[in-house]
């Protein structure tokens, strides 16, 4: 199992921003999709953001144009940068890579999750 750094969750009030980054190990030499989902207190997780290897990407609807995902490949991280942020995005942001394994086929490697609170 591949071992996925995430940092940045914390507490945060209504209206600011935080950004969450998550780090492959550098020895993976290719890694396909990588994102974030989110679950909040009682509910499933649920997809927030991905980010193909070239830069492609797609939004919830509840976050497009408050959250923007990217990656520097060279470093084997991703990045969600979060504004705008309101009490329903508080949760457990996990994120996630696509790394080959062999042609045709991937294994999705999990971060343990990092905890963001929007709160007053």
């Known amino acids: 199992q591949v071992q996925l750094v995430e940092s940045g969750g914390g507490l945060v009030q209504p209206g600011g921003s935080l950004r969450l980054s998550c780090a492959a190990p550098?020895?993976?030499?290719?890694?396909?999709?990588m994102g974030w989902d989110r679950q909040a207190p009682g509910e499933a997780r649920d997809l927030v953001a991905r980010?193909?290897?070239?830069?492609?990407?797609n939004y919830a609807d509840s976050v497009k144009g408050r959250f923007t995902i990217s990656r520097d490949n060279a470093k084997n991280t991703v990045y969600l940068e979060m504004s705008s942020l309101k009490p329903e995005d508080t949760g457990v942001y996990f994120c996630?890579?696509?790394?080959?394994?062999?042609?045709?086929?991937?294994?999705?490697?999990w971060g343990k999750g990092t905890l963001v609170t929007v709160s007053s």
């Open positions: 980010i193909t290897s070239s830069g492609g990407t």
């Open positions: 996630y890579a696509d790394i080959p394994v062999r042609p045709g086929y991937t294994l999705r490697h």
């Open positions: 550098g020895s993976i030499r290719s890694i396909n999709d």
